[in-house]
Structures are given as C-alpha cells and as structure tokens.
C-alpha cells in the first residue's frame, strides 16, 4: 500500500524503523528481530540505507522480507554518495521487489565529500519521478531547523521546495519536545507545506544513547527529560522504563493532539516497540 494513502486514515497508528547488518554474519540475527517487530502488525516499517550506500543490497531485501510479512515496507535511499547509475541500479532493485515507498535523504556527509552528480534530497525526488513516477516518495524534516541551515525559515523554504517536487509526506527527525514540533507544524502549514507529517520518536533506553543523539541531531533536550536520565542512569533496568515511560507519554500527547501517525525509531529492538505499542494498546485499538 502506498503511504500516500496509508496516512490519510483518520486513526493513531504507530511505525517502526530497523536497519541493516553491516556485514552478512549479522544478517539473520537482525532478520529476527525484524520479525519481531513485523509480529505487532505496524502501521508500516521504514529500513535504513548505509553511509554510502554500504548496505543498499541489505535494504531491498529485508524490504522485501517485510512485504512478504504482509507488512508495509518504506525503503530508505541516500544520495550524496551516489552516481545516477548506482541510483538507477537501487530503483530497480526496489521496483523488482514490488517495494512502493521509498524515504529520499541526502544522507550524511562523508569526511572525504567533494559533490557528485546530487548535493540535495530534491535533487534525489526529481530522479526518482523521472525514473518511475509510480514511486510514493516521502522525505525528512527537522522540526528544529536542519543542523546545517542558519535559519529555520530557510530550512522550511527548502522543505517547500522538496514538496513542491513531488514529495508526499515527511518525516520528522527526533525530538524530545513536542512543544517545538506543534510550532514547527504551524510554521510550515503557514508556508503551504500541506502533506502529511509523521512524528518521529525515539525511546531512550540507556544513558550512552544521550551523547549519540545530540551528535546525530542536536536535538534539544527538555530539563525534565534530563532528570529523567540523571536520575537513573547507574540503573539499567530503571532507566529502560523510564525512557520507555517518556516516550509513550510524547505519543500520547501527540494522538491527543491529532497527530496521529507517529514512527518510533526502534533500533531493531522488538522489545522496546512491543512495550510501547502496549502502553498504547487501547488507544491504537490493539
């Protein structure tokens, strides 16, 4: 099904992400836990894309592992590494295993870069609607303002341009704050930015996911949140729920605020997607 259509369905709903093994003796083990993420029947499950496109093969076929868990499957695809033919031989790829939905990124800059034939996602979304119009395309956003851009309003330009394109949703990077990202929501349907926006969640389980996040992201972290950390960080089992705890009450406020499609970053831990979507089991009617 493609996503498009997915998320106009008036209903909270929850999706997982998972990505590859970087090498095939981690194939199976993460294969596992693919399926057990698939065995809770999300909304749809999103599979990441290597630095460079290092485990591309790995994409499309846990992608199309997915599918065949009759599962919805979002393929993530990377440009800023890549030449039109690698990007022609990946679409193809995903068109031969009858994958629909793809997440065009720029992707990470390399240490090394120097530009190639992309620099940007829009650049990614015209090549794929010139490949195959067919494909539903989604895209990210950062409800905190890209890291590389200034200003926020021209990080929004820059999404209105990807939308304008032909991409049809957007997914949001992390954010522990949801008060930022109601304000990122006004900003950008302001600016005529209309297409569906999914919530992205990541549950903290351990405290060395802290330094990891603010690396990736940058995103702003709340006092509360931080306490929370603080608090009970020497305690494994402690800081699980707590992190756990934080995370369902930013889905629950976000459903009661008619966000209703919300994608946890999951980490390949079936576990820790299986105590959400329980917390959440009568709102999602589970």
Same mark, same amino acid.
């Given at each position: 099904?493609?996503?498009? *259509? ?12 998972? &990505? ?17 993420? !698939? ?8 599979? #990441?894309?290597?630095? /460079?496109?290092? #485990? +591309? ?20 695809? #990377?440009?800023?590494? +890549? ?38 996602? +829009? ?6 609607? @010139? ?16 890291? *590389? ?7 929004? /330009? ?16 992390? &954010? ?17 930015i209309n297409v569906p926006i999914v919530a992205g969640i990541m549950p903290?389980?351990? !405290? ?22 603080? @608090? &009970? ?7 699980? *729920? ?18 209703? @499609?919300? @994608?946890?970053? +999951? ?20």
């Amino acid at each position: 099904m493609k996503l498009s *259509e997915q998320l106009k369905i008036d209903r909270p709903m929850l999706s997982f992400e998972v &990505f590859p093994p970087k090498t095939e003796a981690r194939f199976e083990p993460i294969m596992e836990a693919v399926k057990g993420i !698939a065995k809770l029947n999300p909304a749809y499950m999103s599979v #990441t894309y290597g630095a /460079g496109g290092g #485990t +591309s093969q790995y994409t499309v076929d846990i992608a199309k592992k997915i599918k065949a868990m009759n599962v919805t499957p979002l393929a993530h695809l #990377t440009c800023v590494s +890549s030449d039109q033919a690698t990007i022609h031989s990946q679409l193809s790829a995903l068109k031969a295993a009858g994958i629909e939905n793809i997440l065009a990124l720029r992707g990470d800059l390399p240490k090394d870069y120097v530009p190639g034939e992309y620099r940007h996602a +829009s650049e990614l979304i015209d090549e794929i609607h @010139h490949f195959d119009a067919d494909f539903c395309i989604g895209g990210a956003c950062y409800p905190e303002g890209h890291p *590389e851009s200034a200003r926020q309003k021209d990080d929004i /330009g820059h999404l209105k341009e990807k939308v304008d394109r032909g991409c049809e949703f957007l997914t949001t990077q992390m &954010f522990f704050d949801n008060d930022l990202f109601y304000n990122f929501m006004y900003k950008i349907r302001e600016a005529g930015i209309n297409v569906p926006i999914v919530a992205g969640i990541m549950p903290v389980t351990n !405290a060395a996911q802290i330094s990891r996040i603010v690396d990736l992201s940058g995103a702003f972290m709340p006092q509360s949140f931080l306490n929370i950390v603080d @608090h &009970f960080r020497d305690d494994p089992a402690s800081i699980y *729920e707590a992190g756990i705890a934080y995370a369902t009450e930013q889905i629950v406020d976000l459903f009661a605020n008619g966000i209703n @499609h919300v @994608h946890v970053y +999951s980490m390949n831990k079936p576990d820790v997607a299986a105590a959400i979507q329980n917390n959440l089991k009568s709102i999602l009617k589970k």
